[in-house]
């Protein structure tokens, strides 16, 4: 794992609200918003961007997953759901971003929001890892920006988060840890 940081890396939070948190993974969720946290506030004290995304719905298609649970696509969270976890110490400089997608990036202005601020790369954490950050991932790939995953800052159910972790997330960009990326910021 080695993380190389860009000119102007964009930290991108994915998911780190009060609806989500309480749904099972493989790590303590409080350790991940813990290490997002952290990453926030190492990003803001460099004078980098941050992103926070929430998510307020599903994305309209029909799913299987969605038949066997009786929820339709398109639905909306309540917006007591939706809300960005304290932790995280919102700033007036943060970009936010609400999605009704898995991933960041479609039926968002995220990537006008990252170009307008100068980003060439994406430092992803959040839950879950093989929706949300993969997804985004994927989407920020795509668009030619590095992409860079802080794997412990990021969680989901245990064989799905290694599943991303071995086998999709080394074709998108970097792995690496919290530790790593803070030890680069200091670095500048």
Do not use: C, W
């Not at 969270?77 to 976890?85: C, F």
């Not at 920006?145 to 599943?163: C, G």
Request: glycine share 8%; charged share 20%.
């Amino acid at each position: 794992m080695s993380i190389e940081l860009e000119q102007t890396p964009a930290l991108v939070v994915i998911d780190l609200q009060t609806g989500i948190v309480g749904y099972p993974t493989a790590h303590p969720i409080e350790q991940i918003v813990a290490n997002s946290a952290q990453l926030a506030a190492a990003f803001r004290a460099k004078g980098l961007p941050v992103v926070l995304v929430n998510v307020a719905g599903s994305a309209p298609g029909r799913t299987d997953r969605g038949k066997a649970t009786g929820r339709a696509g398109g639905q909306t969270l309540p917006a007591a759901a939706t809300v960005l976890l304290p932790e995280l110490d919102r700033q007036p400089s943060d970009i936010t971003v609400t999605k009704r997608t898995l991933g960041a990036f479609l039926s968002t202005d995220l990537d006008a929001k990252l170009k307008e601020a100068g980003a060439t790369q994406i430092v992803l954490t959040g839950v879950s890892t093989t929706s949300g950050v993969e997804s985004t991932a994927r989407s920020a790939y795509e668009l030619g920006y590095h992409v860079a995953f802080v794997t412990d800052a990021m969680s989901d159910l245990l064989e799905a988060h290694e599943a991303s972790i071995a086998h999709q997330f080394p074709k998108l960009g970097e792995l690496g840890t919290t530790a790593e990326v803070l030890e680069l910021l200091s670095a500048r």
